[in-house]
């Protein structure tokens, strides 16, 4: 039962999120930014997480706190739900086409966290979303999982399209590195016998 749960208040956010590894791409998302509830559900549905993340924010001052807090309580729960990461694949790797734009999304659950970012929008929102605040999501998501994650955009036009691209190969590269692999018996993958540091 590789599941997790966490609940995040402050005087910013509250949050719920709870997350199930061995689900079937499930979610219930109300973040409060349309956008985001988009993305992230792009991430269950392509990663098989199952997926529950409600957000009360503070959307009266801006985006923000809702975006990072999110993002900080999701990856808290993938770490939660990893348990000591005993016979997991670790790596993922994801070439994430959508029409005109292609995106490469490398990860490695690591626990030691780091964002490279090689994308960029050239409009400020989509929809209601800050476009700057996208790399904001994937940087938290990052620290609080202790993923080493790359994403680059390899070429692309249309906005809307880099942004569910990268969260889509985001979402396959997670579902493989998360993926239990029967021949490694339970082993944490790493030579050192433990993730981390």
Not at 14 to 27: A, F, K, N
Request: glycine fraction near 12%.
């Amino acid at each position: 039962m590789r599941k997790g749960r966490i609940e995040r208040n402050t005087a910013e956010t509250r949050i719920l999120v709870e997350v199930d590894l061995d689900g079937t791409g499930t979610y219930d998302l109300s973040t409060g930014i349309g956008f985001l509830d988009h993305m992230i559900e792009q991430f269950s549905r392509h990663s098989l997480i199952d997926l529950t993340c409600r957000v009360d924010g503070d959307l009266h001052v801006d985006q923000h706190h809702t975006t990072e807090d999110s993002a900080i309580a999701i990856g808290q729960a993938i770490l939660q739900a990893l348990g000591d990461k005993g016979g997991i694949g670790r790596y993922g790797t994801a070439y994430s086409p959508m029409d005109e734009t292609l995106a490469r999304v490398a990860l490695d659950i690591s626990g030691r966290p780091w964002l490279a970012w090689n994308a960029a929008f050239t409009q400020p929102r989509l929809g209601e979303m800050d476009t700057e605040l996208i790399e904001h999501w994937f940087h938290s998501v990052a620290q609080a999982a202790g993923i080493t994650l790359h994403v680059e955009l390899l070429y692309g036009a249309n906005n809307h399209h880099i942004a569910e691209s990268i969260f889509k190969g985001f979402a396959r590269a997670m579902r493989t590195a998360v993926e239990l692999d029967p021949r490694k018996g339970g082993a944490v993958p790493s030579t050192k016998g433990q993730l981390g540091g």
